[in-house]
């Protein structure tokens, strides 16, 4: 099938560039990248569904391998391009993979932030026009650090944005000292990619968790995470605060273009809200949000799902994904085409059948014009 006149573009795409490994091999707690005489490739463990694996399979070698293995197709910019050649992809904002920069301590994060930026900025600069980045912040580092990391980003030629999980500086994404954070990003044209990795409490998953591999905290954790930070910034104003503020969210928004009706009815008839005066008529609301200042990843998987996400923030909104390198092919060649990119390409095109210049926008115009990536700079 032809491609798109921009060419294909992939806007969720991760890779741990080489010294992000180093500090993940030398850890003892999760993030942790560790080898085990049951299995060829180094483990990566990063979830906290994954903690009790980690700890039989380190006091009994029979145990199940805990996490998943740390193929090239994590650090390798090499495995990056053979991975969009092998699936038409022209060009890729790649991120950091979660928990990004989270766990670091705040006398080292600015330094380390600094590095990785300067790292995923020299890999892209190896592919001049095929590879851009979101960058890092250093969260857990004093707002002052935090700023001076956005400062340096915007200088960096291949840099389109910043990858965002959930804890913000500890208190989540609706902490009002985020909100010069905020206010930066959008000064300096950065987009917020918000992606999730804490999940819900493990308890929701149950005593039979452990049966049901990732699963559950995958495709229910992740989407859940993602949709409650949005709406906690939303229903703290920080839209309105930050109106030049653009975010991205990952997952095709987690289950917010869902209900984002539901949440409407939630917030006006809520006698707090109404007696605290938030109920103005000319209030913006979560479908105003969602058409002016969010994108979505169609990252879904359906094309159910692909045609509510863009009618709820428009077809000219939402931006194709891999999630690469997580989720490889099982019992097929991880050289060889990926399902979990062919099940999105063709969700896109099944949802915008007939209307070819939505399928462009989404495959690849949407994230050209939105992160500029016509323009080197
Ligand atoms: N699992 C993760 O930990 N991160 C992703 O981005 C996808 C799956
Ligand atoms: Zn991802």
Request: glycine fraction near 8%; hydrophobic fraction near 40%; charge should be negative.
């Amino acid at each position: 099938m032809a491609s798109p006149a921009s060419g294909i573009v992939d806007i969720h795409t991760h890779m741990y560039p080489p010294s992000y490994v180093e500090i993940m091999e030398s850890r003892t707690t999760i993030p942790i990248v560790r080898k085990f005489p049951q299995a060829s490739d180094p483990r990566l463990i990063l979830l906290e569904e994954e903690v009790k694996s980690l700890e039989d399979a380190l006091k009994d070698p029979q145990a199940k391998v805990p996490g998943r293995p740390l193929t090239t197709h994590y650090s390798s910019v090499q495995q990056k391009i053979h991975f969009m050649d092998t699936h038409g992809i022209q060009k890729s904002v790649v991120s950091l993979a979660n928990p990004w920069l989270d766990f670091l301590d705040a006398s080292e994060s600015p330094a380390i932030a600094k590095k990785i930026n300067e790292e995923f900025s020299d890999l892209c600069g190896q592919y001049p026009r095929r590879l851009f980045f979101f960058a890092a912040l250093p969260l857990t580092a004093s707002l002052e650090d935090i700023l001076s990391s956005v400062e340096h980003v915007r200088g960096l030629k291949y840099c389109r944005g910043v990858i965002l999980g959930t804890s913000g500086l500890g208190k989540g994404l609706d902490d009002p000292r985020l909100l010069p954070v905020y206010k930066a990003l959008a000064e300096s044209k950065l987009p917020i990619f918000l992606h999730p990795h804490y999940g819900l409490p493990s308890e929701v998953w149950g005593d039979r968790a452990g049966e049901y591999g990732h699963v559950l905290p995958l495709a229910l954790g992740f989407p859940m995470e993602t949709t409650i930070a949005v709406t906690r910034m939303f229903l703290a104003g920080v839209f309105d605060e930050v109106r030049e503020l653009q975010i991205i969210l990952a997952h095709s928004g987690g289950t917010l273009p869902f209900l984002a009706g539901r949440i409407e009815s939630c917030v006006v008839h809520d006698g707090q809200l109404l007696r605290e005066g938030k109920l103005a008529k000319s209030r913006r609301t979560v479908w105003d949000v969602l058409k002016e200042q969010i994108y979505l990843d169609a990252v879904v998987y359906s094309p159910t799902s692909l045609k509510l996400a863009a009618e709820s923030s428009g077809a000219d909104r939402v931006m194709f994904g891999t999630d690469h390198p997580f989720f490889p092919p099982l019992e097929t060649d991880e050289q060889g085409e990926w399902e979990s990119v062919t099940w999105n390409t063709a969700a896109i095109r099944k949802a915008t059948e007939g209307k070819s210049v939505e399928t462009e926008a989404i495959l690849g115009g949407n994230a050209t014009r939105v992160l500029r990536l016509d323009e080197e700079f």
